[in-house]
């Protein structure tokens, strides 16, 4: 799809028409060229709208409410342009309304190229409009939007791809096949990946992410990326990412009683780690960006590590297994050792799906964020409540280091308790982080993956994509 400013599109034969709210009972209907509307037939609700036709011409009147947010804008128009594909011909005029910012104009083209997905894969299907190249959406507007729009589209570009790494069945997206992704994706965003295969993590000592994957019969693959900005300084930031790259999750011996066929998204920090490079490098930021994703499969084999295992790791320190399940941290403890021993970056953010009780505590509403420094706190919140990625934090006190606590090795990966999982899995974490200053890490199991109106089955949400990004580009 070309998107391009247009002051007049007389020739367009569809027309879309953001509508803010009024009240049913205004004497002053809404109106648009020579199309009027009794506003006790529509008066701009959010998540409503209408469609007139006339004169050959489709005129859709969408309701986005009286002060919406990103994320609302976002899903209405995602809503529109996955529900309404046949209206849709090559000659799409959108009306911007004069009061609306960059940012709200954004929000909606991201959510006009997120309608184009849909989750048949495998099945034969008709593509989207939106797809065809030769497909044009003009924007109706005096003011140039050109920039917000080349954003708003790599944006959704990056979000599209992880929706597809983490919805593609585990037997298609296995650890080569994100690691062959990422060196894709290097090459043609422009960051580089080096990628560990099973001997190479052998002689580097990455055992605890090793032993995750050993009883699978997919390879592990420690994949590494790395962004530089075009203008490097002695004053350019650095920042790591570390993300979860479990392309499928079978508890291994302590193997999962209910919920596995979704455990093809225990990637999903991971993708967000993918996605993110994406974005960082097509919008050339002007950060430093080195990021690692572990990629392995816990599956049940006899060569699968067991619990009551002790197993080494990159940091030197030894583990106890206390349960195959919590494996997501056992990978996640190598790839921050490794990248805050080898790349030192000013600030470490981990993501991923790592406990259900991150869903019991918050739902599907949030991340849970756990990090000892304010400062990023402050901003991990603030980016999110923007864009409507949302985290709230949850203690790191000591208190809690005695969850994983161990009488035969120097920590265990459980505590073996039936509460504050996922803050004794951050203070799993925290151990490996060599007491980093300004290190975060986001529980995302509960939204991640899930429901909402775009499919009937659970799917990717491509959270931590844009907030990763937006993140770094307000650490700048």
Known sequence: M?????????????FLIPCFETDAKSIVGISFQDISIASKVFYGKKDTHYCVYENDKTYLFIGIGKAPSYKELQNNFRRIASKNKALFT?????????????????AIIVGLNLGTYELGHYKKQDKHPFLDTNFELHLLTNKAYDAVVDRAVKIASAQLETFKLVDLPPNKVTPTYLANWAIESGEANGFTTTVLNLQACKSKGLAA???VGQGSIEEPQFVIMEYSPKKMNATTKHVGLVGKGITFDTGGLNIKTAGMVHMKCDMGGGAAVFGAMQLIAALNVDIKVTAIVPCCENAVDSKAFKPSDVINSYSGSTIEIIDTDAEGRLILADGLSYLIKNYKPDTVIDIATLTGSSVGTFGYECAALFSKNSILTALI????????ERSWPLPLWDSYHSDIESEIADVKNYSGKPVAGAISAAKFLEHFTEKHPAWAHLDIAGVAFGDDEFAKTKHATGFGVYLLTKLIENLN
């Open 2 to 14: 070309k998107i391009k400013n247009s002051q007049n599109r007389s020739d367009a034969t569809v």
């Open 90 to 106: 090559s000659k799409l005029a959108f009306h911007v309304l004069e009061s609306f910012t960059n940012e709200q104009v954004e």
């Open 209 to 211: 992410f090793l032993a």
């Open 381 to 388: 919140q603030k980016v999110g409540d923007e864009i409507g």
